[in-house]
């Protein structure tokens, strides 16, 4: 792994603007996401099957926008000003929260903030593969992740530190979350310049059936495996309620994310940069493993040691995978369809999510918290027997592919 540091400096500097653009977005969201689950079970008195529903409907629009702004974006030839768009609004959203009196405003609030997350996410995905070397990209989609995961641990760190300064108040915490997100928004549009695209004579629509069907058998195995990870791994809201449900104060409860997060963080790069060297498949597979382990652990126990145990192998689990799919994503998908690939992709996903937080919520409410991550880890199985019974031939894994 001699050459590790070498791909670090000759990263494009693009790909580090968007990771930290990615990061104070996530600072922001982080802030507000690790104290609503909180919020809305225990000011507002919503059941956890509502919050489930909530948590998926939300992270399912986010998804399910994207087919179209990742579409748009191939149609286009442009990702950035989309991506701009995204993430304004995002940061618009996010006094609605402060100002919420009511259960009303602040489902309002998440699903255009998640909305926001769903225009940028695409044209963000296809802009990375798009500014990294094809030997790099692998790198280039962990590094991304990577820093957006500091932001990922940070938000709830201060959120956690805010809520001790402010005795609990969850409304001025959602005010200061406003600052990193106007901040993302200023250093995107000053500090990422688009590569040029090819000229092509005439638009087309990307998702006319002619251009989806020169999507290959192998992107849509990518794609049916990604929505097994997600029926497996549902909403991350429910890693903060088992934490509540452990009696654990309040104001610490963001500290579960806190090292989801750091462990994500520390575990993306590292994981990205092997999937450049490693079979893809093969490191998908390590992983789906680490996620069984992770919901059989948070099952097991609800003391301090067991949750933070089982946080940390979830944390593993997606420094390991998430980057990885989206490189799997854009080695298997045409250049020109990129935008598309990844949003049908995170369609598929988004369905998924949807279903597998209802099922959970109804889960811990009908038979209990643990009865959640049993079936996690049980649909995290049938993963990886799928993927054992339906293998198929990806495109070079290496730097060799074009």
Not at 11 to 18: A, S
Not at 49 to 65: K, N, S, W
Not at 250 to 277: E, H, I, K, Q, T
Not at 300 to 308: A, F
């Amino acid at each position: 792994m001699a050459d590790q540091p070498a791909a670090a400096v000759r990263m494009p500097r693009g790909i580090w603007v968007l990771g930290f653009v990615s990061m104070f977005m996530d600072i922001s969201s982080e802030m507000i996401h690790s104290l609503l689950p909180m919020f809305m079970v225990t000011v507002l008195g919503v059941s956890m099957f509502t919050v489930g529903l909530i948590e998926g409907l939300a992270e399912a629009t986010a998804l399910i926008v994207r087919v179209f702004s990742g579409a748009l974006s191939d149609y286009l030839g442009k990702r950035k000003w989309l991506a701009v768009l995204g993430y304004g609004l995002g940061a618009l959203t996010k006094p609605l929260f402060a100002l919420a009196g009511g259960a009303g405003l602040v489902i309002t609030a998440r699903l255009l903030d998640r909305v926001g997350k769903g225009i940028r996410g695409a044209p963000r995905d296809a802009l990375v593969a798009d500014i990294a070397p094809p030997d790099m990209r692998g790198a280039a989609f962990g590094l991304r992740q990577s820093l957006d995961t500091v932001g990922a641990f940070t938000g709830p760190l201060l959120a956690v530190g805010l809520m001790l300064l402010w005795a609990n108040d969850f409304r001025a915490v959602f005010w200061v979350a406003l600052v990193p997100a106007v901040l993302s928004v200023l250093l995107l549009v000053w500090g990422v310049h688009e590569p040029a695209q090819q000229a092509q004579t005439a638009r087309v629509n990307p998702i006319q059936r002619v251009h989806l069907q020169r999507l290959t058998p192998a992107f849509w195995w990518v794609v049916a495996v990604g929505a097994a990870f997600t029926l497996a791994r549902f909403s991350e809201a429910f890693l903060i309620l088992r934490a509540n449900d452990a009696g654990i104060a309040m104001a610490w409860v963001p500290l579960v994310m806190v090292a989801m997060n750091l462990v994500y963080a520390a575990c993306a790069y590292p994981f990205g940069w092997l999937s450049d060297r490693l079979s893809h498949t093969t490191l998908l597979a390590w992983g789906i493993w680490v996620l069984i382990a992770a919901d059989l652990v948070l099952a097991s126990g609800d003391d301090w040691v067991t949750l933070l145990a089982g946080v940390g192998l979830w944390g593993v689990h997606m420094g390991m995978t998430q980057g990885l799919l989206a490189t799997m994503v854009a080695h298997t998908a045409p250049a020109d369809l990129r935008g598309t690939a990844f949003g049908v992709f995170h369609l598929i996903s988004g369905v998924a999510l949807l279903i597998a937080s209802g099922l959970a919520g109804w889960l811990w409410d009908t038979y209990g918290a643990a009865s959640t991550f049993h079936a996690g880890a049980a649909f995290a199985l049938l993963a990886w027997l799928g993927m054992r019974l339906r293998p198929v031939v990806l495109p070079k894994e290496n730097h060799e592919h074009p």
